[in-house]
């Protein structure tokens, strides 16, 4: 049988697969194929095999019965299984008789050999941002400097904007004269304005003019002589025509479109 090129579509790559399973056993995770064989004797050996006979519960240990035990507090047990008492040594810790008062009552009044109180332990003052030094022995005054009320008082950091600055980086509102100002839209070419406009002035215009190569849509802008059109010249040398590719191509809705029967066919046919 010849085969003829067609489209194929979800529904027959679908009816494909199924065809295929027909043929083939579906590979299980972690199988694979065996020349040993599950015969008919072995599974009537392990039907005849009592549910749970091959589980058994260690019962737990009594004062009258053997069983299991678990290990608690106080006790280790060896790798060949055996049991021994564990002690905790108190050689690092202190008796509490042994403990000061203060340790008990936690009062500062038991502490013993506490520094002597301040001579004069609240007189130091401040009037403003500044740092002082207390030792407790006589009173500290600090006076802070008053701060600038003006501008011109402070120093000028780094990255600030100066106004002599400003002026050599930046560009006054003034000093920017030549910008695209929207205008709004025209039905014609025609119907471009002729007096009162300043470069920049920029129009839509709806309708296509031939004559001044405007397409319709296109926007012109005033260059000081005449209207600049902003769209320019779209090269289209390097795109097929409509009329070229209907002579060159097939449209898809024309090619032929594979069916189930095709796809039995390749199963079927030798």
């Not at 009062?107 to 003052?125: R, V």
């Not at 802070?144 to 008082?153: D, E, G, N, R």
């Not at 920049?200 to 000081?224: C, F, K, L, M, P």
Request: hydrophobic letters at 35%.
């Amino acid at each position: 049988m010849a085969l003829i090129d067609k489209i194929c579509r979800v529904s027959n790559l679908d009816y494909f697969l199924t065809q295929i399973k027909k043929l083939f056993v579906s590979k299980e995770s972690g199988k694979g194929l065996s020349t040993n064989d599950y015969s008919t004797d072995e599974k009537n050996k392990l039907a005849g095999i009592q549910t749970g006979a091959n589980n058994y519960t260690l019962p737990k240990a009594s004062a009258t019965a053997l069983g299991g035990v678990k290990v608690g507090a106080g006790l280790t047990i060896a790798t060949d299984g055996a049991l021994s008492a564990s002690g905790t040594d108190l050689t690092p810790y202190a008796k509490i008789s042994d403990l000061a008062v203060v340790a008990k009552s936690g009062k500062y009044s038991d502490l013993s050999g506490t520094p002597a109180t301040l001579k004069n332990p609240a007189a130091i003052t401040f009037t403003g941002a500044a740092t002082g030094t207390y030792d407790g022995s006589a009173a500290v005054s600090v006076t802070i400097p008053a701060i600038p009320t003006k501008l011109s008082a402070f120093q000028n950091d780094a990255g600030y904007v100066t106004s002599s600055n400003a002026e050599a980086t930046y560009a006054k509102k003034s000093d920017i004269t030549t910008v695209f100002r929207y205008r709004g839209s025209v039905d014609t070419y025609a119907d471009l304005p002729v007096n009162g406009v300043q470069v920049g002035d920029t129009y839509n215009i709806t309708a296509a003019d031939a004559s001044h190569s405007i397409n319709a849509g296109d926007n012109v802008s005033w260059n000081g002589n005449s209207w600049d059109n902003l769209a320019g010249i779209v090269d289209l040398s390097a795109y097929a025509k409509s009329s070229d590719v209907a002579n060159t191509y097939m449209k898809t809705a024309d090619y032929p479109m594979a069916t189930d029967a095709d796809i039995l066919a390749l199963f079927t046919d030798d």
